[in-house]
């Protein structure tokens, strides 16, 4: 589902680990849940053409244009890794096997996924983006 002001979508890369253009933030910095449940990300914290993974709240947030957010569950459909990282190629990636998704909607670039990653809510709200779902 992408919201109004965009979508966040998440990343992979075609690499089992490496050099992504986003990091994991262990620590939770930069997130707080907002009133009424989900998650917020600061939006200069996803870069365009790239993703923010959120451990905490197991979501990739992603930024495919300037201006354009799409969110993610980021578990793999395939065997239930996390899907933490953009790949070189701007894809989506799954650290486990492998598997990469697009960063616009999420659908399957490479396997052994079959499925896409599932959309979650995403709204921009001032400086921030709110997931929910």
């Known amino acids: 589902m992408l919201a109004a002001g965009g979508g966040l979508a998440v990343a992979g890369s075609l690499a089992a ?14 997130e707080a849940e907002p009133a009424g449940g989900g998650t917020r990300v600061p939006l200069a914290d996803v870069p365009v053409g790239g993703s923010r993974y959120v451990e905490d709240a197991e979501v990739v947030v992603a930024q495919p244009t300037e201006g354009e957010v799409v969110a993610y569950d980021a578990t793999c459909p395939h065997q239930g890794c996390m899907v933490s990282t953009t790949g070189a190629d701007g894809t989506l990636v799954c650290p486990c096997h ?3 998704f697009a ?18 809510t995403s709204t921009v709200d001032g400086a921030d983006v709110v997931i929910s779902g």
């Open 17 to 30: 680990c490496g050099g992504g253009r986003q990091e994991a933030d262990p620590s939770g910095a930069g």
């Open 98 to 100: 492998g598997s990469a």
């Open 103 to 120: 960063l616009a909607d999420g659908a399957v670039v490479q396997g052994p996924a079959t499925e896409g990653l599932t959309t979650l």
